[in-house]
């Protein structure tokens, strides 16, 4: 069975910048695209940020397009969202999960998710 745990949620200044980070188990990690998504009060969850088991390919929502960078590290079974310049409106859960396949494309199925964080930037 597959686990992704988060962390690196928190509160910070509008501006300011923050690493959130997930940790995967259960299966070869590598394999197998990545990606964030969100949910902020009265909004469906959206997507944020994809990238490809390599690490060499990302897709990005165009809200958070040149503020926001994902990255992975294999060997820790770890993949990152680096949030810089960020906004009230970015407030929200925020969710890793792991998809079907190795597969990073915007819609894309996700066979798990982690607990959820919440990120809350004030004005």
């Known amino acids: 069975q597959v686990q992704l745990v988060e962390s690196g949620g928190g509160l910070v200044q509008a501006g300011g910048s923050l690493r959130h980070s997930c940790a995967a188990s259960?299966?070869?990690?590598?394999?197998?695209?990545m990606g964030w998504c969100r949910q902020a009060p009265g909004k469906e969850r959206e997507f944020v940020a994809a990238?490809?088991?390599?690490?060499?390919?990302?897709n990005y929502a165009d809200s958070v397009k040149g503020r926001f960078t994902i990255s992975r590290d294999n060997a820790k079974n770890t993949v990152y969202l680096h949030m810089n310049s960020l906004k009230p409106e970015d407030t929200a859960v925020y969710y890793c999960?792991?998809?079907?396949?190795?597969?990073?494309?915007?819609?894309?199925?996700?066979?798990?998710w982690g607990q959820g964080t919440q990120v809350t930037v004030s004005s």
């Open positions: 990238i490809s088991g390599s690490g060499g390919s990302t």
């Open positions: 999960a792991q998809a079907s396949g190795n597969y990073y494309y915007i819609g894309v199925q996700y066979d798990y």
């Open positions: 259960g299966r070869t990690f590598s394999r197998y695209g």
